[in-house]
């Protein structure tokens, strides 16, 4: 069992930790009691290969006769033969400040920030001494963080995305998940040619219309060489999803055209894409 102790001090980027762990196959828990920690070890080996990997978080709201009782834990932990690793996260002052004015939280020692940053590292000094690993998130991005934790953990770490592309109807509002929008409304309306009205963009007698007009050929030519710019960059920093939300008035045609031709694209050059038409459904009634 690969058991680790993330610690260090608040808005050091422990919990964002705890989250990557998580993607990456780990149970995890946060703030634990220190008391119960062999007991939660123990369960977790009882379990095998389902808790074969696990973080626990701990740091400064456990409280200091908590944190002092650390040592005899972890005696405790190592006479039962479990093997462990402590991560400790850190950062330097104007960071940490910086990302308390950014969430406006309050600091969990119920200070004032500045001081309340002093009396947790004074607090953490002692389990900063016992720490297998210490890392500094005052410069890092979210994406070097992964590949350091990656590094850290053994494990082969693939960036990777996630994307989905959305078709909507402006008429039924902007999809609030969306990162990127784009309006096809100035492509020719199936909705005007009587034989396609009843039709989706899903039928080919639409596709056909759409696809055949130049203005679409050309935007495809466009759209396509951006999205590819822009996907590896996105991967780069660390972004795990991306929504790509195509609309036009009603949802129903050009939209859903459009849609399925970037996804299509997208899976021709190895991305797992899923699709979503928001609004296709909407308004066949009055079609009927």
Same mark, same amino acid.
């Given at each position: 069992?690969?058991?680790? &102790?993330?610690?260090?001090?608040?808005?050091?980027?422990?919990?964002?930790?705890?989250?990557?762990?998580?993607?990456?196959?780990?149970?995890?828990?946060?703030?634990?009691?220190?008391?119960?920690?062999?007991?939660?070890?123990?369960?977790?080996?009882?379990?095998?290969?389902?808790?074969?990997?696990?973080?626990?978080?701990?740091?400064?709201?456990?409280?200091?006769?908590?944190?002092?009782?650390?040592?005899?834990?972890?005696?405790?932990?190592?006479?039962?033969?479990?093997?462990?690793?402590? &991560?400790?996260?850190?950062?330097?002052?104007?960071?940490?400040?910086?990302?308390?004015?950014?969430?406006?939280?309050?600091?969990?020692?119920?200070?004032? &920030?500045?001081?309340?940053?002093?009396?947790?590292?004074?607090?953490?000094?002692?389990?900063?001494?016992?720490?297998?690993?210490?890392?500094?998130?005052?410069?890092?991005?979210?994406?070097?963080?992964?590949?350091?934790?990656?590094?850290?953990?053994?494990?082969?770490?693939?960036?990777? &995305?996630?994307?989905?592309?959305?078709?909507?109807?402006?008429?039924?509002?902007?999809?609030?998940?969306?990162?990127?929008?784009?309006?096809?409304?100035?492509?020719?309306?199936?909705?005007?040619?009587?034989?396609?009205?009843?039709?989706?963009?899903?039928?080919?007698?639409?596709?056909?219309?759409?696809?055949?007009?130049?203005?679409?050929?050309?935007?495809?030519?466009?759209?396509?060489?951006?999205?590819?710019?822009?996907?590896?960059?996105?991967?780069?920093?660390?972004?795990?999803?991306?929504?790509?939300?195509?609309?036009?008035?009603?949802?129903?045609?050009?939209?859903?055209?459009?849609?399925?031709?970037?996804?299509?694209?997208?899976?021709?050059?190895?991305?797992?894409?899923?699709?979503?038409?928001?609004?296709?459904?909407?308004?066949?009634?009055?079609?009927?």
């Amino acid at each position: 069992m690969q058991f680790y &102790i993330v610690t260090g001090l608040s808005g050091a980027g422990k919990s964002q930790a705890l989250k990557i762990l998580e993607d990456m196959g780990f149970f995890c828990v946060d703030n634990l009691p220190v008391a119960l920690v062999p007991r939660f070890a123990d369960l977790c080996r009882a379990q095998g290969a389902k808790f074969s990997r696990v973080a626990l978080g701990i740091d400064i709201r456990a409280g200091k006769p908590s944190l002092d009782s650390l040592d005899g834990v972890l005696s405790e932990i190592k006479k039962k033969g479990i093997k462990y690793r402590i &991560i400790f996260f850190t950062a330097n002052d104007s960071t940490l400040l910086q990302r308390y004015s950014e969430t406006r939280r309050r600091h969990p020692l119920g200070r004032r &920030i500045v001081d309340g940053i002093h009396k947790e590292r004074k607090l953490m000094e002692k389990v900063l001494s016992i720490a297998d690993q210490v890392i500094d998130t005052s410069h890092l991005t979210l994406a070097e963080l992964k590949e350091i934790l990656a590094r850290v953990m053994g494990i082969s770490y693939i960036r990777k &995305i996630m994307i989905s592309t959305l078709s909507f109807g402006y008429k039924y509002g902007i999809p609030t998940d969306a990162d990127l929008v784009i309006d096809v409304r100035f492509l020719p309306n199936p909705n005007y040619v009587p034989s396609l009205r009843s039709k989706t963009g899903q039928d080919v007698a639409v596709k056909k219309y759409v696809q055949r007009q130049k203005p679409a050929r050309e935007f495809f030519r466009r759209f396509l060489d951006l999205i590819n710019f822009l996907i590896p960059r996105y991967v780069r920093e660390g972004k795990s999803y991306l929504t790509i939300a195509v609309g036009c008035t009603g949802g129903r045609h050009r939209s859903v055209v459009v849609a399925e031709h970037i996804a299509q694209f997208l899976r021709k050059s190895r991305y797992p894409v899923k699709i979503y038409h928001r609004d296709i459904e909407r308004g066949v009634e009055a079609y009927r």
